[in-house]
């Protein structure tokens, strides 16, 4: 399922949603969290900002222990993000690649790599499934809920999880068995680093030749998501005292791809600051401060002006696609600007 793209998408870690759906259910207390929810209820609601949720949205919620707590999450962010899911970077790298080539001959963008849909399917890059086999269950659920009820339906189930503990009823929790391989492989390459002599060159060298080979560099740089989590790599690794952790791979893959297709990226604070290193080379603009997402999407980018198909430009001049659709970006903007402007309002009120 494609959206029509919406002038500013948002990419918040699973930290930050949390925090959101504290104060949402009255179970923290922040001034400052509680204006950025506002904030965020009002630019969802009227359509002006996305905030797309991950494969690692998904799993992350569904590791929470408590059943209440997930529902509640899951619920939330239900609400928030209208189940707007962002891609892969390893189901956009297909598409990269061929944009990046037909860029590099000079033959112009045919269409954008996809990297925004809906729904739990898109998150995976897997082909939508029917939710119900039977057509006569179908039927009478489309009767009853409408075609928009049954997907929201199931949608809700799919992110929040069971009522009960899990795993339960066949449903396992997420597998940690890909991220241990790769915490294995970047502590290895940590270890062989410091065997043949740790310098920042060398770790460049060494992450590249990885990702593909020293004469694809450039190429590969240029690939929004794959370059960026190259550079995330490669900055890691430049750094000796730079510990790996079992969710490194959850935080490259999504951090990675939202900071090359989404406007605002809300990170956690580590891979926030190596992100922002970056800056020059990503679409996103990066933070780890939740409370600077109302001031972030105040700032107008060159790429918001961009014309249908919402089409920016990417390192190296790289022509990169972000969506479908057209949308109404001055319409948009104004949107965006009145929930800026009453969130700001309301920071500053007496007590407020």
Known sequence: MTLTAPLQRVYLDQRDWVRLARQHYGRLEDEGVAG????????????????PL????????????????RQRLGSFMAEVSRFHAIASPADLLAAEVRAAVRAYAGLGLESAPGAFGR?????????????????EAR?????????????????????????????????????????????????????????WGHTSDRAHRVVLAQE????????????????????????AHED???RWHIGDLNDMTALGTAAGYCD???????????????????????????????????????????????????????????GGGGGEP??????????RRRWWRGRRRPGG
């Not at 729904?119 to 057509?135: I, K, S």
């Not at 780890?288 to 190296?316: A, I, K, M, V």
């Not at 001055?330 to 929930?339: D, K, L």
């Open 54 to 69: 991950s494969a690692v949205h998904y799993e992350e919620t569904y590791r929470r222990g408590d059943p209440a707590s």
């Open 139 to 195: 039927r009478r659920a489309v009767a009853q809920f409408g075609e928009d009820g049954l997907f929201d339906l199931f949608e809700r189930a799919l992110l929040a999880g069971p009522n009960e503990r899990m795993p339960t009823a066949g449903i396992a929790l997420p597998t940690r068995e890909f991220a241990q391989r790769q915490l294995d492989f970047e502590k290895d390459t940590a270890r062989r680093l410091r065997d």
């Open 212 to 235: 593909a080979q020293d004469n694809l560099t450039a190429f590969t740089l240029s690939l929004p998501a794959k370059g960026a989590i190259c550079r995330m790599r490669m900055t």
């Open 36 to 51: 950025v929810l506002a904030f965020v209820l009002e630019a969802s609601s009227t359509g002006c900002v996305s905030f």
């Open 240 to 242: 000796q005292a730079f």
């Open 264 to 322: 605002v990226l809300v990170a956690e604070n580590q891979w926030g600051s190596i992100l922002g290193r970056h800056r020059d080379h990503l679409r996103a603009r990066v933070t780890s401060n939740l409370l600077d997402l109302p001031t972030l999407l105040d700032e107008r980018p060159e790429h918001s002006s961009s014309p249908p198909g919402d089409r920016s430009p990417g390192p190296r001049g790289l022509m990169v696609g972000v």
């Open 330 to 339: 001055a319409a948009a903007v104004r949107r965006v600007g009145r929930c």
């Open 119 to 135: 729904g739990v399917a898109h998150a995976f890059g897997q082909p939508a499934q029917p939710y119900l086999r039977d057509p």
